[in-house]
C-alpha cells in the first residue's frame, strides 16, 4: 500500500499558503512600492541639488547636523553624500573651491578619499596616503566624532597596531561615547575577518549593548556581531547551542530596540533589514514577516548586497519567503469553531 502521509501534508500545506498568504501580505507594500536606501525629508534636497551641480543644500545639511550636534545624523548623511559624489564629484569640487577650510566639506573631502582608497588593490598604501585629509577633518571641529569614526576604518585599512587603534577609540569615545558608527568601526576591527574573532566581536558588542542608553542603535551592535558569524564562514553544522543562543538573544535585544520605533520610521530602517535578515536564517518566520512589516518600504543595502548583487530583490525574496512559510504554519482553520480563531499564527 502506498503511503499517503506525504502527499496529505503537502495538499494541505498548499492549502493553508492559498488560504492565508493574502491576509499575511495586509499591511505590506507592494514589490514596486518598495524602494532602497530612500533618502529621508532632509537629505532629498541636498541630494536633488548635487544632482544639478549645487552643493549649498548639502553644506547647509551638514552644517545644521555639526551645530545641532547630531552625530548619528551626521554620519549617515555623509555616507549617503560621499556614495553620490563617488560618480558626480563635480558639487564637491566647486564646494571647495568656494570654501577650502570649510570642516563639512573636508569631511566629506576626506570619506571619498578613503573610500576610494578601499577599492584600490593596494589599499593600505592608497590609504596611508589620505592620512592627512582624515587629520584636516578631525581639526575642523573638535567635539565632532565622525571624523573618528573614519580614522577608525582607515586604521582598520592599513593594518594599524591594537596600540593604535586603542588610541583612536578612546579619542572616539571622548567626542561620543554611544556613537553607532564608531562602535561598528570598532566592531569590524575586532572580527575575525579583520584582526580578532568572533567571540571577541560578540564580547564588545554585548558590553557595549549593556552599557548604552535606552533606544540607543548600540544595542543593535550584537545583532552585526550575529551578521558577521552568519556570513563569514562560521556557521555551519557544528555551531554550539552557545554560539545559537547568543545569536537569538542579539535578536531579541534588537526587536525590543526595533519596537522602540513606529512602523515606517526610516531612522532604523537598517537594523530592521538586518534583523529580518537574521530571522530568516534563523527560521523564525513570524518574527521576521512583523520586521518587514515595521520596515514597510525602507529596504537597505545593508544587509542584502553583502549576500546578493541584487539587494532589492534579495529583500524581496526574502519577504515572501517570510510570508509563505508563516502561512503554510498557519492551521487551515483556526479555531474550534468556525469563526472563533484563537489568534495570529495559532
Not at 200 to 209: P, S
Not at 237 to 249: G, H, L, M, N
Not at 261 to 279: I, K, M, T
Not at 289 to 295: N, S
Request: hydrophobic residues 45%; glycine residues 6%.
Amino acid at each position: 500500500m502506498v503511503c499517503t502521509m506525504p502527499f496529505l501534508r503537502a495538499l494541505l500545506r498548499t492549502a493553508r499558503v492559498i488560504r492565508h498568504t493574502p491576509a499575511l501580505s495586509t499591511g505590506l507594500p507592494a514589490d514596486h512600492a518598495v524602494l532602497l536606501d530612500a533618502p529621508d525629508e532632509r537629505l532629498s534636497p541636498a541630494l536633488v541639488a548635487a544632482a544639478a551641480g549645487e552643493y549649498e543644500p548639502a553644506a547647509k545639511l551638514l552644517a545644521t547636523t555639526r551645530d545641532a550636534a547630531e552625530w548619528e545624523s551626521r554620519d549617515r548623511y555623509l555616507r549617503r553624500l560621499v556614495a553620490f559624489a563617488r560618480n558626480r564629484d563635480g558639487w564637491l569640487a566647486d564646494w571647495l573651491a568656494a570654501a577650502p577650510h570649510d570642516p563639512d566639506a573636508l569631511l566629506v573631502k576626506a570619506q571619498l578619499a578613503v573610500d576610494r582608497a578601499w577599492e584600490s588593490p593596494a589599499r593600505a598604501e592608497q590609504l596611508r596616503e589620505v592620512g592627512p585629509l582624515i587629520t584636516a577633518a578631525a581639526a575642523g571641529d573638535p567635539r565632532d566624532p565622525v571624523p573618528w569614526r573614519l580614522a577608525l576604518d582607515h586604521a582598520r585599512g592599513t593594518q594599524a597596531t591594537h596600540t593604535t587603534f586603542e588610541a583612536l577609540w578612546e579619542q572616539a569615545l571622548q567626542r561620543s561615547t554611544h556613537h553607532y558608527g564608531c562602535h561598528v568601526a570598532a566592531l569590524q576591527y575586532l572580527s575575525a575577518a579583520w584582526y580578532g574573532s568572533h567571540r571577541e566581536c560578540f564580547d564588545f558588542a554585548e558590553r557595549a549593548a549593556e552599557d548604552s542608553v535606552p533606544s540607543s542603535l548600540v544595542q543593535a551592535l550584537p545583532l552585526r556581531a550575529a551578521f558577521a558569524m552568519l556570513t563569514e564562514g562560521a556557521w555551519d553544522a557544528r555551531s554550539t547551542s552557545v554560539q545559537e543562543e547568543r545569536i537569538d538573544a542579539a535578536a531579541d535585544l534588537a526587536i525590543s530596540l526595533s519596537a522602540a520605533f513606529a512602523p515606517g520610521d526610516p531612522w532604523p530602517a537598517e537594523v530592521r533589514n538586518l534583523l529580518a535578515y537574521v530571522l530568516v536564517v534563523r527560521g523564525r518566520w513570524a518574527e521576521a514577516l512583523e520586521q518587514f512589516g515595521r520596515i514597510g518600504a525602507h529596504a537597505s543595502s545593508f544587509p542584502w548586497a553583502s549576500v546578493s548583487g541584487d539587494p532589492l530583490g534579495r529583500f524581496l525574496d526574502a519577504r515572501d519567503s517570510a510570508r509563505l512559510r508563516v502561512a503554510s504554519g498557519t492551521p487551515l482553520w483556526q479555531g474550534s469553531g468556525r469563526g472563533r480563531a484563537r489568534g495570529h499564527y495559532a
